[in-house]
């Protein structure tokens, strides 16, 4: 069918009208090819017709010409249980030079589910009426998949919300930076957001939304807050919801839980970008030994076609945890090795350090060398450890400068910082194919890795992440580490030497090394009295992370003089060290005098 011009009047209106459908099931769409293409060709709209409902719902527009092509239009449609039809109308504004033409018109999915002779399964439920055999994961989710509604029967209000009377016992977050906006029909920005709610499928119904447009700023968060539940006795319960990610700039959609009050708590899903025109169905399995609460946490884009929808919210098998209105909060102070207030009695001078459990006095220069000389390791507690994976969000002694001089500033804003940041695959970040989709110890979206995440900062700013004060290293000392640097813009990565004011460069590596995690190695030797440096550049856009995983301090113990003496396959060095004969002339120190490096030998 296409449009035949007959007259230069404005606000012609030229409908195409589908027969009258009774209903449609839950998973119905709707699919058809459009061809818009001409110099003034203007707008086409398909509007969805209820009866009963004045106001016509639109549920797909064309705006402008699209080219001398044929394009699949693919529309959900959702369960609609009152009788309606479609019209497709194009008004012209008087001019009105191009072909508007639509063929191939398809409903997929639309039919009920059909009866079923028995519905045993203990994952199932049997419908009343229509003895259609559903998942028992569909029941009590505002939505009636049965289609005599037997499945949304004497569901407990409480766990369920479909925002068509307010937020239900859902709260927006007062930490965030904006809040979710509850709506109904198409979201104030063209080409981006829903047309529709999801729970009646017309402009009548409501959902919240995520406005996206100024003066809403890139990675801006709103936050909404579930109220307080615990875990039935298997511990398992799940969470429902139904979301809508369609624009060019849509950011990203997390769901966190939580147990303690002031944290985000943990990742459970989360989504990025353009999903398209559809609301989306997620289940999320919920497992907590605790009281626990949902966060569900929008990102905003980087421009106004950043909407998102969020409709028809609901638990199952999760109760309500009446004792208290408030989680737990967690203790600010510092996690670091617990350390008795006072000290054993010793004497000790101020030169020598104290072993915690014994008292005994060891040499400073014992401290930090990578040897545990106290018999309960405490001269090695509060330093940088062997091995880093980062696993169990340990950061191993590693710190950041920089950020403990700024936070006694508040007026600059350590989040917006370029600043090195713990990450796993699982991640809600935008630069999802620059960050590592998976870390390097374990391979998988659960495990952690170190990162420098450049949505954050401008060109050429630095993140320095540094290891405490180390005293002493051995002859053969070297890190080991794995590093990721893909993306279009990466910037640099410095591993630096740091002893007194002296800062200098040990290895470093710019540009993108491809989408995988790369080995290297940096030789130590023999140092005193030094910090080592992991420095990221950032590059000219946020395409561009650089991560660090698996930290490997190896051979650094500082050689032990012993009191034996050297066996033929050793050589001893002036200082009485025995060192093996492989080692002589291979300009490496490891007498730590140099003498096995004499070119007497």
């Not at 040499?363 to 450890?385: G, L, N, T």
Request: glycine share 8%.
């Amino acid at each position: 069918m296409f449009i035949l011009k007959t007259s230069n009047n404005i606000s012609q209106i030229a409908q195409l009208r589908s027969p009258k459908f009774r209903q449609t099931g839950s998973n119905c769409t709707l699919s058809f090819w459009y061809y818009n293409y001409g110099e003034s060709v203007g707008a086409a709209e398909l509007q969805l017709l209820v009866d009963g409902l004045q106001k016509p719902t639109a549920l797909w527009r064309t705006y402008y010409s699209e080219g001398n092509q044929w394009l699949k239009a693919v529309v959900q449609l959702g369960r609609l249980p009152h009788p309606f039809q479609f019209s497709l109308d194009k008004i012209s504004l008087g001019i009105y030079e191009g072909v508007s033409a639509i063929d191939d018109i398809r409903f997929e999915n639309c039919a009920l589910p059909p009866p079923a002779v028995s519905c045993e399964s203990p994952n199932h439920f049997w419908c009343r009426d229509t003895k259609a055999c559903i998942d028992s994961l569909l029941v009590c989710d505002l939505v009636d998949d049965c289609g005599d509604g037997s499945d949304e029967d004497s569901c407990d209000a409480d766990l369920q919300c479909d925002f068509e009377n307010g937020l239900c016992n859902w709260e927006q977050d007062v930490q965030d930076d904006f809040d979710w906006i509850r709506i109904q029909g198409p979201t104030p920005t063209v080409n981006t957001g829903p047309l529709k709610d999801h729970t009646t499928g017309t402009a009548r119904g409501h959902y919240l939304y995520l406005e996206s447009s100024q003066p809403r700023q890139f990675r801006d968060k709103a936050v909404l807050l579930s109220p307080l539940f615990h875990s039935p006795g298997n511990g398992t319960c799940a969470f429902r919801f139904h979301y809508h990610m369609f624009g060019k700039e849509v950011y990203s959609l997390s769901v966190f839980q939580r147990s303690v009050s002031n944290t985000n708590g943990w990742l459970l899903w989360y989504k990025f970008g353009n999903q398209e025109n559809r609301w989306i169905r997620k289940t999320l399995s919920i497992r907590s030994s605790k009281p626990f609460q949902i966060l569900v946490q929008g990102t905003v884009g980087d421009g106004f076609t950043g909407d998102i929808g969020l409709d028809d919210v609901s638990f199952l098998g999760c109760t309500l945890y009446n004792g208290k209105r408030n989680l737990p909060t967690v203790s600010t102070t510092t996690l670091g090795t617990s350390v008795p207030a006072t000290l054993p009695t010793n004497n000790c001078t101020e030169e020598e350090f104290v072993c915690r459990a014994s008292g005994r006095c060891i040499q400073m220069i014992q401290k930090c060398d990578f040897r545990p000389d106290c018999s309960d390791k405490s001269d090695e507690s509060a330093c940088v450890m062997e091995v880093c994976d980062f696993e169990d969000k340990d950061l191993c002694g590693w710190h950041q400068p920089a950020l403990e001089q700024m936070s006694g500033n508040y007026s600059i804003s350590i989040t917006k910082t370029f600043k090195w940041q713990l990450g796993r695959g699982a991640n809600p970040y935008y630069e999802q194919e620059h960050c590592p989709l998976t870390d390097h110890t374990t391979s998988t979206e659960e495990g952690w890795y170190l990162f420098a995440d450049s949505s954050n900062g401008e060109f050429g700013h630095t993140a320095d992440i540094a290891t405490p004060v180390m005293s002493l290293t051995g002859p053969r000392c070297k890190i080991i580490f794995w590093n990721h640097m893909n993306g279009s813009t990466i910037g640099s990565l410095e591993v630096l030497y740091k002893s007194s004011n002296k800062t200098s460069k040990l290895w470093t590596q710019s540009g993108s090394q491809g989408p995988q995690w790369n080995r290297a190695e940096v030789f130590l030797g023999i140092r005193s009295n030094f910090q080592v440096i992991f420095r990221a550049k950032r590059g000219v856009s946020y395409m561009g992370d650089v991560a660090v995983d698996d930290i490997t301090f190896e051979d650094c113990s500082p050689l032990l003089i012993s009191d034996k003496p050297c066996t033929s396959e050793e050589f001893m060095c002036a200082n009485k060290y025995c060192i093996p004969k492989n080692n002589l002339c291979d300009f490496v120190n490891d007498c730590e005098d140099n003498s096995d490096e004499s070119p007497s030998i």
